[in-house]
């Protein structure tokens, strides 16, 4: 049998460790978001301070990670800083392969050490070690510093960089130089506990009971994704593809939200960078997609010691590019010169900071500077202005920094604090306290972000419907139930740790077989209840931890621009959210206040 029920606690006040097997938590839940859905109920004590040592990081893996095609993410849980309920966020690159190698599907980590530490697992050795000299370094070098690969098996690093350090609420845990557990501000939950980084050494291997049923699935899986163009998509150019299409469609964000074409647009699209600075794609371990796109990025070296011959002293570093952070450092800021896009992408892997959001709270700062809000006293003679790339850069510095002052303090703390502080609110682009992802696409994107149990566009594919659906009437219930369908259907992809590219790979009849030779037993009919109850859970959670469906602002900047369905109407996307609650609520589960009428909920403003 794979090893699929161990978990890893480690306490980092204590310095302790200890294994506890539980075989009827994964035979339920299967791995993944299950798993931590339950363990963040069981294990994070009800409205916790985020930074407290008692609340708990939870990372868990797949039953089939290293066994099959594209089987390849870890999902973290946590409470995020940033929104104050849910941090949910999913990684890849070797870590979930290495932390099954090494025998664990699931770690709990609690506590906080006096001083920074690495947690370093070797297998069954597992050691919290002093990193005083890891303190300040970026990832890259943290990685650099614990080595790339173990002596005798797959070796995986992770590790904050100096915003999650310094508290930045949206600071990422940088995954394999490449890689992150991103958005919600995991990076700032590490600098909290003074864990600077986790290296994980697995080489147990995994058993299967049933080799040649496993090895079928295997082989029917990987013909879908190679030998049909499932995936083609993703391993060309990748999701910067989007650029150009969602440009044409109208669907682009551009200048913090005003608009949804931007004119410069080819300048910066997929195509272009792969023309003049892709440099190598990689894949994640236990996957033939390839999609991960590596940017070269040339630097000037020691400017001050190489004047007038600046064309000779350059040094490289590679820099993973997709849509995400292309719109959000690229068109929602003007940026129109690929390498000053790269290299804000580049400033953001050093520090681990989220890009998406980066980008919304540039945006914010841009507009705000332009309308009068904050000056340079505000910005330390900085003057933000839409397309000047080391402007931004110096700023994200400044965010980062462990002397920041008031302005770049509100900065670090979210979009909605410095709006709140500054002013600005009507453009300050967030939803449930998080930026959105770049796709204007109509009405389905945006409520599915809002009603979306970690406000992604990744909970429900709500930007999907959207696309699909262009030129149809508008019908507020059958996106709603599109919505549920989907988040349900996801957080069982998610369970089993499959890439979100390969959600169309695995469908229910084929999940259930291939479960059913690794010994967890689901019908397609109790994956979709499942699916539902996790959905469930984390409702639940966000619940418990004072989220309401009624509070959440919408800015009115994303009811101005034009989409490919309009300008979005308030009422409209009202209809949504009340359906999504309906539906939800005649499943069991309570997620409106009882004092508010549904006819009132989403005040828009």
Not at 129 to 137: F, I, T
Not at 234 to 247: E, F, K, R, V
Not at 568 to 576: A, R
Request: proline share 4%; glycine share 10%; with cysteine.
């Amino acid at each position: 049998m794979p090893l699929s029920n161990r978990i890893l606690y480690v306490d980092l006040t204590e310095g302790t460790s200890k294994v506890v097997e539980r075989p009827e938590l994964f035979q339920k839940y299967i791995g993944g978001a299950g798993v931590a859905s339950k363990l963040l109920l069981d294990e994070a004590p009800a409205k916790i301070d985020p930074f407290s040592p008692d609340a708990p990081i939870i990372i868990a893996g797949s039953p089939l990670t290293t066994v099959l095609p594209c089987i390849v993410k870890a999902v973290a849980m946590f409470k995020s800083p940033l929104t104050g309920n849910l941090g949910e966020t999913h990684a890849a690159g070797y870590f979930p392969s290495a932390l099954s190698l090494a025998g664990y599907s699931a770690l709990v980590i609690k506590g906080a050490s006096v001083e920074p530490v690495a947690l370093v697992i070797n297998d069954s050795d597992v050691k919290i070690r002093k990193a005083s000299s890891l303190w300040g370094l970026s990832p890259l070098q943290v990685e650099q510093a614990l080595g790339s690969f173990g002596d005798d098996g797959l070796h995986s690093v992770i590790s904050c960089g100096a915003a999650g350090e310094n508290f930045v609420h949206y600071s990422n845990v940088v995954v394999d130089r490449y890689h992150h557990f991103g958005r919600m501000g995991l990076g700032a939950i590490f600098g909290s506990k003074r864990l600077k980084a986790i290296s994980v050494n697995g080489a147990e291997g995994v058993a299967l009971t049933n080799p040649l049923t496993i090895k079928d699935y295997y082989e029917k899986v990987y013909q879908n994704i190679v030998g049909t163009d499932l995936m083609v998509k993703y391993h060309d150019y990748g999701t910067p593809a989007n650029i150009l299409s969602l440009n044409e469609m109208g669907a682009l964000p551009t200048e913090n939200f005003r608009k949804t074409r931007f004119e410069d647009a080819e300048k910066i699209s997929g195509e272009t960078i792969a023309e003049n600075r892709l440099e190598r794609k990689i894949s994640c371990a236990s996957c033939p997609i390839a999609c991960v796109h590596l940017a070269d990025v040339k630097d000037e070296f020691s400017p001050p010691h190489e004047r007038g011959r600046r064309e000779l002293f350059k040094e490289s570093r590679l820099v993973p590019y997709n849509y995400e952070p292309m719109y959000a450092l690229g068109s929602n800021l003007k940026v129109s010169d690929y390498d000053g896009l790269l290299r804000l992408i580049a400033v953001c892997e050093e520090l681990g900071l989220d890009v998406m959001t980066a980008g919304n709270i540039l945006g914010w700062a841009t507009e705000a500077f332009e309308k009068g809000l904050i000056g340079e006293g505000e910005t330390g003679g900085l003057k933000p202005v839409w397309g000047d790339s080391a402007t931004y850069v110096e700023m994200l510095r400044r965010i980062s920094s462990a002397r920041r002052s008031p302005f770049y303090s509100a900065l670090a703390r979210g979009l909605d604090s410095a709006a709140d502080k500054y002013g600005g609110k009507d453009f300050a682009v967030s939803l449930g306290g998080i930026g959105p992802a770049g796709y204007m696409t109509g009405y389905g994107s945006i409520a599915g972000t809002v009603v979306g149990a970690r406000h992604s566009h990744l909970s429900n594919s709500g930007y999907s419907y959207d696309e699909g659906n262009l030129g149809k009437e508008f019908d507020a219930e059958k996106i709603a139930a599109y919505l549920v369908e989907q988040e349900d259907w996801l957080y069982i992809i998610y369970s089993l740790g499959v890439c979100y590219f390969a959600r169309k790979v695995y469908d229910k009849t084929m999940v259930s077989k291939m479960l059913a030779a690794i010994g967890i037993e689901h019908t397609p009919e109790s994956l979709g209840e499942l699916g539902r109850e996790i959905s469930h859970n984390l409702l639940k959670y966000k619940f418990q931890e004072g989220f309401r469906m009624d509070s959440i602002r919408i800015p009115k900047r994303l009811l101005e621009p034009e989409t490919p369905w309009g300008r979005l109407d308030e009422g409209k996307l009202k209809q949504i959210i009340a359906a999504y609650i309906r539906k939800r609520e005649k499943e069991g589960v309570k997620i409106k206040s009882e004092d508010v009428a549904l006819k009132d909920l989403l005040s828009i403003r």
